[in-house]
């Protein structure tokens, strides 16, 4: 095969693919539907939160159940939104919360 058909097909493939990629219109997200129940809390190992980039213009929640079993939520369902404020508040009261320093005296007899 000649070059010039080689540079060619080349060139074509990568048209190809430009114009697959460019058809998306940034949407490359991970949940493509979400779920319209909601677990209970005590079966969710894992809740992650994606904000929204430039591949994908949504917010996105994946949620890992104790069996691993990965699902997306809703993130406009009242039940998503508690489990959110939830989380949040556990963060925040994790973090800011001040560290004791105390210290024991230990004395040994012998």
Do not use: W
């Amino acid at each position: 095969m000649s070059c010039i058909i080689k540079v060619t097909l080349l060139l074509a493939v990568v048209v190809c693919i430009s114009a697959t990629q460019m058809d998306n219109d940034g949407e490359h997200c991970l949940c493509q539907r979400a779920s319209k129940g909601f677990p209970k809390p005590s079966e969710i190992k894992d809740v992650q939160i994606y904000p929204v980039t430039i591949f994908c213009d949504k917010v996105e929640i994946v949620v890992t159940m104790n069996n691993g079993l990965r699902f997306c939520l809703n993130p406009k369902l009242k039940a998503v939104k508690r489990l959110m404020n939830n989380i949040i508040k556990q963060k925040s009261s994790t973090t800011n919360r001040p560290t004791e320093v105390t210290s024991t005296q230990v004395t040994a007899t012998v």
